[in-house]
């Protein structure tokens, strides 16, 4: 059972678009993070969202974090080419002692120009 | 330090070879984390190290798969008696402290068996 389940799981869309990616958890965790990771790289940390119901932006990135600490969300408006990558969320929650992160099922997008 | 240095960036090796994965994290990081990717998945969480101490090898196989983080010098992670299954890409990550914040990846090291 995968404990953070994103969706969709794949999305190509034209360029100029706007989207959602969902990042969905029955488990509550204390902070959740969003990486986006290119071809043949790692993944870069985009944000942190720590408390519920927080809202960060970043440029045309909007992150929500959900009131109960379970989900999260990524808007993309008007979207480029160059937001063409794999999109993962990550959660952390106290586990075994430690704050243990967990990486979601990833969604890849595709930006058509 | 220009961030999380992983080598060899590509591995190749025949089955039964030992392969060997480094990992320097970034200055001031002493918490490393590794992780496997297979292609069009997520990461999957393999274990959890800070300077010469294992805290977490849950996700770790039980044969074969070693991980170290000396005192001095890099994390090491040791694969022996390859198989081809053990082909994927292998992420190392670093963080100041336990990384609810966020880590700094790696840029990777893709293992192919032959």
């Known amino acids: 059972t995968q404990l953070l389940e994103q969706s969709p799981q794949f999305l190509s869309i034209q360029e100029g678009e706007n989207l959602t990616v969902y990042c969905n958890s029955s488990?509550?965790?204390?902070?959740l993070q969003w990486y986006r990771q290119e071809p043949g790289e790692g993944p870069v940390l985009l944000v942190t969202?720590?408390?519920?119901?927080e809202v960060k932006k970043l440029k045309r990135l909007t992150f929500q974090f959900g009131d109960a600490r379970k989900d999260s969300s990524l808007h993309i408006t008007a979207a480029q080419p160059g937001d063409t990558g794999l999109y993962l969320c990550?959660?952390?929650?106290?586990?075994?002692?430690?704050?243990?992160?967990?990486f979601g099922t990833g969604t890849k997008l595709q930006v058509i120009p | 330090n220009a961030g999380v240095m992983q080598n060899p960036r590509h591995l190749v090796r025949r089955r039964g070879q030992e392969a060997r994965l480094r990992c320097s994290p970034m200055?001031?990081?002493?918490?490393v984390y590794w992780y496997r990717q297979l292609p069009e998945e997520g990461l999957k969480f393999m274990v959890y190290?800070?300077?010469?101490?294992?805290?977490?090898e849950s996700g770790m196989p039980k044969e074969r798969f070693s991980a170290e983080f000396p005192k001095e010098g890099p994390s090491i992670l040791r694969i022996q008696q390859v198989v081809r299954g053990d082909s994927a890409a292998y992420f190392c990550?670093?963080?100041?402290?336990?990384?609810?914040?966020?880590?700094?990846f790696g840029s990777g090291t893709r293992l192919t068996v032959v």
């Open positions: 990550a670093s963080s100041r402290g336990q990384g609810s914040s966020g880590y700094t």
């Open positions: 488990s509550v965790f204390s902070s």
């Open positions: 969202v720590v408390t519920g119901g």
């Open positions: 990550a959660g952390s929650r106290n586990s075994g002692g430690y704050q243990k992160v967990t």
């Open positions: 200055k001031g990081h002493s918490h």
């Open positions: 190290l800070q300077k010469e101490n294992i805290i977490d």
